[in-house]
């Protein structure tokens, strides 16, 4: 199947620091979403983009649909201990009736470590 | 209280046994879905059903097998054909965005 590629694949930061990171297809995406994965346990949804241009806020975390549906940029705003974890980006496609099927593409993930 | 469940958290098994990781949804959607995820890498589909009774082959099916006979449930089952069974397995569904379990990690010894 097709790949995200996902950057950057780690990132050492200081407390209170802003974060950012990105993924690129070679296909175009109806869809994108960006998740966060503790150790362990499951992917959380943290934002949904539905619309090229489109720029998303949830708390400190701001994400865009690139304009070429071809991208996607996750900023996390003043990091804190608790935002360790691996980000995973996902794009879903849609078929030309407009049904996805559901089906997401994920990044290999951003594994992000806070130093207090 | 709502969600997916997924269970065992953990589970070992002897090579050669076949293996049948549980899910169930409560959230009522139609869509369900299983991942595999090995370290440092990223998700990868098994197998996905859109509807009761149905179900498709994702990226990597061989070794796999599922069912959905009933709407809340969809489990997947890990056959001795899998050459690399050892993993941690994660159950979605969706009625457009796509909600993940706690996940499974299966070690065959």
């Known amino acids: 199947g097709q790949q995200l590629n996902q950057s950057p694949q780690s990132m050492f930061i200081q407390e209170g620091e802003d974060v950012s990171m990105n993924c690129t297809s070679s296909?175009?995406?109806?869809?994108w979403l960006w998740y966060k994965q503790d150790p362990g346990e499951g992917p959380v949804l943290l934002i949904a983009l539905y619309k090229a241009g489109e720029l998303t806020s949830n708390g400190r975390l701001t994400a865009q649909f690139g304009i070429t549906r071809k991208d996607s940029f996750l900023n996390i705003s003043a990091s804190i201990p608790s935002d360790v974890g691996i980000y995973f980006c996902?794009?879903?496609?849609?078929?030309?009736?407009?049904?996805?099927?559901?089906?997401?593409?994920f990044g290999q993930g951003t594994i992000l470590t806070v130093h207090p | 209280d709502g969600g997916i469940t997924q269970s065992p958290k953990y589970l070992f098994r002897k090579e050669g046994q076949n293996v049948t990781l549980s899910c169930e949804q409560n959230l009522n959607h139609d869509a369900m879905y299983w991942y595999r995820q090995d370290p440092g890498q990223g998700l990868r589909l098994i197998y996905y059903?859109?509807?009761?009774?149905?179900?498709q082959k994702g990226d990597i099916a061989e070794g796999y097998s599922v069912s959905r006979e009933k709407k809340e449930s969809f489990p997947l089952t890990v056959t001795s054909a899998q050459k690399n069974p050892t993993a941690f397995y994660l159950c979605?569904?969706?009625?457009?965005?796509?909600?993940f379990g706690p996940g499974t990690r299966l070690t065959v010894l």
């Open positions: 996902a794009g879903q496609l849609m078929d030309a009736g407009g049904t996805s099927y559901g089906k997401l593409t």
């Open positions: 979605a569904s969706s009625m457009g965005k796509q909600f």
């Open positions: 296909s175009i995406f109806n869809t």
């Open positions: 059903s859109q509807i009761v009774n149905d179900f």
